[in-house]
């Protein structure tokens, strides 16, 4: 990881030396546009409405628009602003930690310590830990003062910024006004669904299916030679009919995507042999077992025809 910002947390006479990195990253697949006729990349360039020409970077200026008129801020104009001079992230008040709101937390950086000894920053997060508080922090990056949260995970102090209170839209529902009676019955039931479902939380469990698939689809595609080669020069050519690649590719998709989740699902069996059937577990062995006997039948049925009146006359007899 590579920092993106230097400088100290200060409290009181508390000075803590500190680099700060991006703890999330996008794992999505990154994907641009082509022309669906001969693949070429789609550039976007900066066009000038007025006299339609294309406008460098450095000639451009923002503007602000209120529906009447519209004010240009110059580069100059944002100079002259307040910059980001202060290298520094100010505690601003502990606070009990329930009272954030978990609606209001945006984006989340980690903190290192940047001196030769950890000492300071080792007991900034203890004292937080004891105290089961967490540091409510002001400080500016890239030219905005943020509001921010001050945190322990683990072993690391972590920075989550805040959204403004006026950024957090209030919900008025009309419907939630009404008087709506719960009976204890309807209650209990609820509890019940809810224990039937209890468990404790492991975000590795849970995977993006979407973006899995889309890389299944993506590597077939290469496997089976249906790409272009990037450094190419793109020039018009007759479009192709690929009707029967498109259904060749779709069924090795298909094939990919259920030869994964049956991997799946034959390990999480295999791994729970000698444990007592739960409700969960007994649900995806069912579906196991109705998707092997549907293959079954499905075999069966390729392999003689013949048998199926035998199998009507017998359930009439019945």
Sequence with gaps: MRAIWKG?????????PVKVYSATEDHDVSLHQVHNKDGGRIRYQRICEIDGEVVPYQDIDKAYDDGDKTV????????????E??????????????????????????LEPDSASPKAYVLLRKT??????????????????RLAALRV?????????????????EAAFPALDETVRISAKELELSASLVESFA????????SDEYQEELRILIDAKLEKGDALDTSETFGDHEE??????????????????????AAREGGATSSKKDEAPAKKPAAKKSTAKSSAAASTSKSDAKKSTAKKPAAKKTAKAS
Excluded at 153 to 169: I, K, M, N, Y
Excluded at 199 to 206: H, N, R, W
Excluded at 240 to 261: F, H, Q, Y
């Design 8 to 16: 100290a947390l200060t409290f009181g006479l508390v000075n803590v």
């Design 72 to 83: 240009v801020l110059t580069k100059e104009d944002f100079a002259a602003l307040p910059a």
């Design 85 to 110: 001079k202060s290298r520094e992230i100010d505690v601003v008040e502990f606070v009990p930690s329930d009272q954030v709101d978990l609606l209001t937390l945006d984006k989340a950086y980690y």
């Design 128 to 145: 937080l830990e004891q105290t089961d508080r967490t540091a409510i922090v002001r400080f500016s990056l890239r030219q905005k003062t």
């Design 153 to 169: 995970r683990g072993d690391v102090l972590v920075l989550q910024t805040l959204l403004w209170a006026d950024e957090v839209r």
């Design 199 to 206: 468990s404790d939380f492991d975000p590795s469990e849970f």
């Design 240 to 261: 192709e009919d690929t009707g029967g690649e498109v259904i060749d590719l779709m069924e090795a998709l298909r094939a990919s995507v259920e030869k994964s989740r």
